[in-house]
């Protein structure tokens, strides 16, 4: 054991279909390595909990296990309450909403012995190109996205779980991701001091415990072009010293590319450098360990930076400590107000809905498809439509089977390595030809598209269109319970 595993956080992944049985041996060598905690995706909650169990009773050091929770607790756990995306929340106009979010967020979180909610976003949603962000950002307006970022900050820690300001200074104005690619944002200090840094100030005053960094370069920041993850001058003397932040600096997922250059290992010890005090998702801990142990014998690394991060991470370790013994037995049934909250941001953006018949048909045209892990399933949508009293069938395309209006389902989320925000050529074609077949058959087409509302000028001869922001189970079910209620 070294004390330099500590400021790891390695990732853990639910398995369809050998769950957590094949990490486990991966964990083991994790917390016998002496890791500062985890980073979970995925798993129904039980099974997340006696994980989460068996991880806080093994560690010989306090544990911060987080998870990114943006939407809810099930965005990654199964039976717990999914939300809207942080931009349908906000849309409603009630910081009191997004206060609740974070709080009910945060407390089944605990319940399952997740004690740090990577979120809120508070990247702002200002570039329509931009192929991560988009929904899961609380608006484009800087003073809104404050003072929403704030309530969901104070909520959430008002249940003795970390929140975390992400991603800092700022992801918003970027035209790639940085799965795939180091992004370069290029407006001027100015700019990003006025407009992109306001919900961080605001996040901090409210006492955010921890702050993710972007793995994107600001050359009006920094010069050198270095991703702010590596960057001293972003971390250190900006966030740091200018707007005084003492808490947690944790590193975006060392997998991506845009942190990558010149391997993950030396990334690790880059970024310990410039500032951050823990890095999130080294696939090599061992290796991780091993190279920062060298650099700080050799002097590349300074003994005092490490011990300020071993300082600040246990601190934040034992304050949120109690959520360990929050580990239950009891139910961990979801909460209904998430689904009504669902139902209340589902909203027309075009046409008039008319109402379903007895026999619904719904055409699915995916643009999730690819990427390393799989999009949800788009089964709720349909089952849901069926739940209300009508018979929902799925079809390639219209047929004689239905005279009532056909449902085009249109995926098209934010997802990481997706690489763009909008629709590819091919689904606008998909859907234009279900509409034109609908059209011949003298019937409505109603275009669901559950994605940003933006997207809805690339969706061409729909009847109507209807936003439901994202394509989570939450979302597809308010949608139909919505359509079902038109008419």
Same mark, same amino acid.
């Given at each position: 054991?070294?004390?330099?595993?500590?400021?790891?956080?390695?990732?853990?992944?639910?398995?369809?279909?050998?769950?957590?049985?094949?990490?486990?041996?991966?964990?083991?060598?994790?917390?016998?390595?002496?890791?500062? /905690?985890?980073?979970?995706?995925?798993?129904?909650?039980?099974?997340?909990?006696?994980?989460?169990?068996?991880?806080?009773?093994?560690?010989?050091?306090?544990?911060? +296990?987080?998870?990114?929770?943006?939407?809810?607790?099930?965005?990654?756990?199964?039976?717990?309450?999914?939300?809207?995306?942080?931009?349908?929340?906000?849309?409603?106009?009630?910081?009191?909403?997004?206060?609740?979010?974070?709080?009910?967020?945060?407390?089944?979180?605990?319940?399952?012995?997740?004690?740090?909610?990577?979120?809120? +976003?508070?990247?702002?949603?200002?570039?329509? #190109?931009?192929?991560?962000?988009?929904?899961?950002?609380?608006?484009? #307006?800087?003073?809104?996205?404050?003072?929403?970022?704030?309530?969901?900050?104070? =909520?959430?820690?008002?249940?003795?779980?970390?929140?975390?300001?992400?991603?800092? *200074?700022?992801?918003?104005?970027?035209? /790639?991701?940085?799965?795939?690619?180091?992004?370069?944002?290029?407006? !001027?200090?100015?700019?990003?001091?006025?407009?992109?840094?306001?919900?961080?100030?605001?996040?901090?005053?409210?006492?955010?415990?921890?702050?993710?960094?972007?793995?994107?370069?600001?050359?009006?920041?920094?010069?050198?072009?270095?991703?702010?993850?590596?960057?001293?001058?972003?971390?250190?003397?900006?966030?740091?010293?200018?707007?005084?932040?003492?808490?947690?600096?944790?590193?975006?997922?060392?997998?991506?590319?845009?942190?990558?250059?010149? /391997?993950? !290992?030396? !990334?690790?010890?880059?970024?310990?450098?410039?500032?951050?005090?823990?890095?999130?998702?080294?696939?090599?801990?061992?290796?991780?360990?091993?190279?920062?142990?060298?650099?700080?014998?050799?002097?590349?690394?300074? !003994?005092?930076?490490?011990?300020?991060?071993?300082?600040?991470?246990?601190?934040?370790?034992?304050?949120?400590?109690?959520?360990?013994?929050?580990?239950?037995?009891?139910?961990?049934?979801?909460?209904?107000?998430? =689904?009504?909250?669902?139902?209340?941001?589902?909203?027309?953006?075009?046409?008039?809905? *008319?109402?379903?018949?007895?026999?619904?048909?719904?055409?699915?045209?995916?643009?999730?498809?690819?990427?390393?892990?799989?999009?949800?399933?788009?089964? *709720?949508?349909?089952?849901?439509?069926?739940?209300? /009293?009508?018979?929902?069938?799925?079809? *390639?395309?219209?047929?004689?089977?239905?005279?009532?209006?056909?449902?085009?389902?249109?995926?098209?989320?934010?997802?990481?390595?997706?690489?763009?925000?909008?629709?590819?050529?091919?689904?606008?074609?998909?859907?234009?030809?279900?509409?034109?077949?609908?059209?011949?058959?003298?019937?409505?087409?109603?275009?669901?598209?559950?994605?940003?509302?933006?997207?809805?000028?690339?969706?061409?001869?729909?009847?109507?269109?209807?936003?439901?922001?994202?394509?989570?189970?939450?979302?597809?079910?308010?949608?139909?319970?919505?359509?079902?209620?038109?008419?």
């Amino acid at each position: 054991m070294t004390e330099t595993a500590a400021l790891l956080l390695p990732a853990v992944r639910w398995h369809a279909e050998h769950g957590f049985e094949q990490e486990l041996p991966r964990v083991e060598r994790a917390l016998a390595l002496g890791v500062g /905690g985890f980073i979970l995706f995925g798993g129904p909650a039980p099974a997340v909990r006696d994980l989460t169990r068996m991880m806080h009773a093994r560690s010989r050091l306090p544990l911060l +296990v987080g998870a990114d929770l943006e939407r809810g607790a099930g965005q990654q756990f199964v039976g717990l309450t999914g939300l809207p995306p942080l931009a349908a929340v906000a849309s409603l106009g009630e910081p009191d909403v997004v206060r609740q979010a974070a709080r009910l967020t945060a407390r089944e979180a605990r319940r399952l012995g997740v004690n740090w909610v990577y979120g809120p +976003v508070c990247d702002l949603d200002v570039e329509p #190109d931009n192929p991560i962000v988009g929904t899961r950002a609380l608006g484009a #307006d800087p003073a809104t996205v404050a003072e929403l970022a704030a309530e969901w900050v104070d =909520g959430c820690q008002a249940e003795g779980v970390l929140a975390c300001a992400k991603h800092f *200074p700022g992801h918003g104005r970027t035209t /790639g991701d940085s799965h795939m690619e180091l992004p370069v944002v290029r407006a !001027a200090a100015d700019t990003l001091y006025a407009e992109d840094l306001t919900p961080f100030r605001a996040a901090i005053d409210a006492g955010v415990a921890s702050v993710m960094s972007a793995h994107v370069a600001f050359p009006a920041l920094d010069p050198s072009g270095a991703p702010a993850t590596l960057s001293r001058p972003i971390l250190h003397d900006l966030l740091r010293r200018q707007l005084r932040f003492d808490g947690l600096v944790v590193t975006d997922a060392l997998i991506m590319e845009g942190v990558r250059g010149d /391997g993950e !290992a030396a !990334a690790a010890v880059r970024a310990l450098a410039a500032g951050c005090d823990l890095l999130l998702y080294p696939e090599d801990p061992e290796a991780a360990v091993r190279t920062l142990d060298r650099a700080l014998r050799d002097g590349t690394l300074d !003994a005092e930076r490490v011990h300020d991060a071993l300082r600040r991470r246990q601190r934040w370790a034992e304050w949120a400590a109690p959520a360990a013994a929050a580990i239950d037995g009891g139910p961990l049934s979801a909460d209904a107000w998430g =689904g009504e909250v669902a139902e209340r941001v589902v909203h027309a953006l075009r046409g008039r809905v *008319p109402r379903l018949a007895p026999v619904t048909e719904v055409v699915v045209v995916d643009d999730d498809l690819g990427g390393p892990y799989p999009a949800p399933s788009r089964e *709720p949508f349909v089952a849901a439509l069926s739940a209300t /009293g009508v018979e929902a069938r799925l079809a *390639p395309a219209p047929s004689a089977a239905s005279r009532g209006p056909v449902i085009v389902a249109l995926f098209g989320d934010i997802r990481s390595w997706k690489g763009r925000p909008g629709y590819s050529a091919a689904a606008r074609a998909a859907v234009r030809t279900t509409c034109d077949a609908a059209r011949a058959q003298a019937r409505d087409a109603v275009v669901v598209q559950f994605s940003h509302p933006r997207l809805a000028g690339a969706v061409e001869g729909a009847d109507a269109v209807v936003c439901a922001w994202g394509g989570e189970r939450v979302m597809q079910e308010a949608a139909a319970r919505w359509l079902r209620r038109q008419g």
